[in-house]
């Protein structure tokens, strides 16, 4: 067995069956070992979609899956959606094609400092020693990115080729994730009978789906306390028969208003609330200045457990649920706005949907009417890099078979990773892809205000208009094997998104605003 | 003046006059401070454009322009463009924007290690003090650009809007290229002179271009030497009147074969030939194992001086010149082939055009039988990585008002950055983008023989197959405003690349293979 066979052999041992792959020549004895049943490639036509497809596919499926990159500029392709992949605590395996080793002195044409490229956004990299320890450092990789670290596994060729011996079958081992100390509970519960103004929870990442907005829900119901989630979490299961958490707005105004009222603020697998930006004359923490936070559970420890603890110390446990009510939500008519979008979603959502968000502008009303959609999730980009929707879409759908896949888009964001249409079209994948095609960067027209600039001047209004030519996302859809349609009433955007359902496969739906 | 104005005002006193540009909220200031009618603003959909545009623009002005990117992760996207720019020694002065300094302990979600991302492919990297050293910051990062260098200029938003006070207008200084020690000169004279077999001199950089190939050309009409270039070149001037450089083979079994005759290779701003990649039992140095390596020029040192200097130490400054004469070429009929392509170019090129060249595996055969044709310029890939051309095209096209750009793709490198054909649209750009679509990584089918494994099996197959589905180009150009047309005959290709240059503004050619 060789060096690339072992690799390939230890990821499916343990339990890494899925590649986004844009492989290389320095690639080549990898993409031979792929050769196997076992595992599924997926070929992306670009790297930023095999990282974001990775992130999508650890954000449904809880493990991960790896990548095949080639060389430093290969993996540097990669970085954004690896950042944005790193701030949703999605972990993956990044295989790195590297030069053979005793190349690498000639400075040939594609060497660069690959460790220097991955390291800022790696939690675990290694360049392995050689065939012989591919299978242990392969095995190590596969543990960090389980426990939701990036693990960056750089391949020489020769390591690629060299004899790897016996490969062992190693244990799958489960990470653990802590409970909170039970003092830390005591004090949130004696804090929470204690307050004489209102307290808010807020809850992130595993906390916000399965048990855990359940067990938060009891809490509010049995102490009043309100509960919500950062602006972007990485995952959230709402709808009808979930419970629903409020949003922390993004625009600093809007937060510091909503947190005005909170003295107390828990945070769950989350820190503070922060300004996604910092202004001239505003402040970066949107908590009320005497507003004092209290962690019940860190990043990375089990707030669910942390909630049930909470709910225990304050008797919460037989709490009335308050279970989200089905809204039937009439199709909306005429104007597209932001209002008549939000209808039309929350109309057209299929039962288990996938709503991935990256709509900027146009999407920012849709998570307050879609509450009372049929049950569903929704994934944020928690790390701000556009490009994110479209590859996380891809991954989420690999992942998840069965389920419809809505990918929401600004124009501008759309144009950055659009090759994910492609691997949609090649694996038949089920998402609907819906492009809010405001033909601006319209969000930075609003950051441009926020600054005090007032209205650009012409030159700068240039550089965030998108209008100069019209960009015609049916044709770039078709031009990737997409079928499309463009939509300019919220009856139309609506029955679009129902069409889409009917068919499997992708679709992608332009909404002219 | 605020920081912004301070950078943009230094910028312009330079002479740096065009900024590639994908701005976020961090770089509003900067955007308000690009409002000024001496500065051109190019905005580009996704950062490599801007970057590749950086390195094409370069090229042909031999000044930099700047790039404007968004925190860490535009700089990310940008990255791989980034490093081909620096192996082609293109200088660009990359101000990037990060966080207000009192916001980045709060940890938001874009922060990153900004400078970590950076350093690797940075030969200068500054994140600036604050607005009143920023035009100092900003002299320094022009300088290192004018030298060919990759400067990355780190503008944290309360520099932006802080107070510059009294901006200084510095002089412009011109880098100057160190001509080589005389005895360098004397040592290879004297081995011309003496050597029995043939010499090879290999060109590179500034010494393909202006008087470097005549001074070349001479040298081997008097002592009988071959001429060529490495595979890639940054630049090279060539055509009818010009003097024509043989090219050393990509493939290692051809480029061992073209320099087996060589016991002596003389470099001109270049180093070793190398092979792309290293294979099992291939050799990664291209020479005679008994062949001599003699540096006339280092990279960076002024070759063609040095050309002059070897010349007249060899008395050739007389000798005949070896004017490459016009060839005719009759406009091909009938089936594509690499021979066919590369005749319906040598036909259609008109004078002064402008060849960037990522076509790979179907372009291979075009610099031999162009040779002849009018007088043209190539720019060529010298960092390998993929996703060069069309934004390389998009820069040449901004420095080269009034001549035709013929961008060529292969279909599989199209797809890294597309986006470019939309600046190409909004810029009016002269550029003819011609996609070679053989629907597969062609390259890489010849790797993986070239590794060892023959055939590849059905499954590694499929990972260089990009047929299922077909990629329609034209409609991939029509989405973002770009005129296109799909040819399958040698004649049609011809005529649709004629067409092109009757009209101003771009146009996409599909070659269907």
């Given at each position: 067995m060789n060096g690339a066979e072992a690799l390939v052999s230890t990821l499916l041992g343990q339990g890494v069956d899925t590649c986004f792959a844009n492989p290389g020549t320095s690639e080549m004895h990898f993409l031979s070992a792929l050769d196997n049943p076992a595992m599924k490639s997926v070929l992306c036509l670009f790297e930023g979609v095999a990282t974001g497809a990775a992130d999508g596919y650890f954000r449904?499926?809880?493990?991960?899956?790896?990548?095949?990159?080639h060389l430093g500029p290969g993996l540097a392709n990669g970085l954004a959606n690896i950042h944005n992949a790193r701030r949703a605590g999605s972990g993956m395996v990044n295989v790195i094609g590297d030069h053979v080793t005793s190349h690498l002195k000639y400075d040939a044409p594609l060497t660069s400092d690959l460790e220097g490229l991955a390291r800022p956004l790696s939690h675990w990299l290694r360049t392995t020693d050689g065939a012989h320890t591919l299978a242990h450092d392969a095995l190590q990789a596969i543990e960090a990115a389980r426990a939701g670290e990036i693990a960056t596994l750089v391949l020489p060729g020769d390591a690629s080729w060299g004899d790897a011996g016996q490969v062992p079958q190693f244990p799958r081992r489960q990470p653990e994730r802590a409970a909170p100390p039970a003092e830390r509970v005591d004090h949130v519960a004696r804090m929470i009978r204690k307050a004489d103004g209102p307290v808010l929870l807020v809850l992130a990442d595993r906390a916000c789906r399965g048990r855990g907005p359940e067990l938060a829900g009891r809490i509010a119901s049995?102490?009043?306390c309100r509960i919500a989630t950062q602006f972007f979490t990485n995952r959230i299961e709402r709808g009808a028969g979930r419970v629903t958490l409020e949003r922390i707005p993004y625009f600093v105004a809007a937060a510091l208003e909503y947190l005005q009222p909170f003295r107390h603020i828990v945070t769950v697998e989350t820190g503070e609330p922060i300004a996604f930006f910092a202004y001239p004359g505003l402040p970066s923490q949107l908590k009320h200045p005497e507003a004092q936070l209290h962690s019940l559970a860190l990043p990375g420890e089990d707030g669910t457990m942390a909630l049930e603890m909470?709910?225990?110390a304050l008797g919460?446990?037989?709490?009335a649920v308050p279970w989200q009510e089905r809204i039937e939500t009439p199709v909306p008519q005429g104007a597209i706005d932001p209002t008549s979008i939000a209808h039309a979603l929350a109309a057209a959502m299929p039962e288990h949907c996938i709503l991935v968000d990256e709509s900027l502008t146009s999407g920012r009303t849709s998570m307050a009417l879609t509450c009372g959609a049929l049950p569903h999730d929704t994934l944020q980009n928690m790390g701000g890099s556009i490009g994110f929707g479209t590859p996380v879409a891809t991954g989420a759908a690999m992942a998840s078979p069965g389920r419809r896949v809505f990918c929401l888009e600004g124009d501008g964001s759309m144009m950055y990773t659009l090759q994910s249409l492609w691997t949609h079209a090649r694996e038949g994948l089920d998402v609907t892809t819906v492009v809010f095609a405001n033909r601006k960067y319209k969000i930075l027209e609003a950051e441009y205000a926020n600054m005090g600039f007032g209205t650009?001047?012409?030159?700068a209004a240039e550089m965030m208009e998108?209008?100069?030519?019209?960009?015609d996302f049916v044709s770039l859809a078709r031009g990737m094997g997409v079928p499309g349609v463009k939509v300019d009433t919220a009856e139309d955007f609506h029955a679009a998104m129902v069409r889409s359902c009917a068919e499997s496969g992708p679709a992608l739906i332009e909404v002219v605003m």
């Open positions: 449904m499926k809880e493990s991960p899956a790896a990548t095949l990159l049995a102490t009043g909470l709910a225990d919460a446990r037989q709490a650009p001047g012409p030159r998108i209008d100069r030519p019209t960009l």
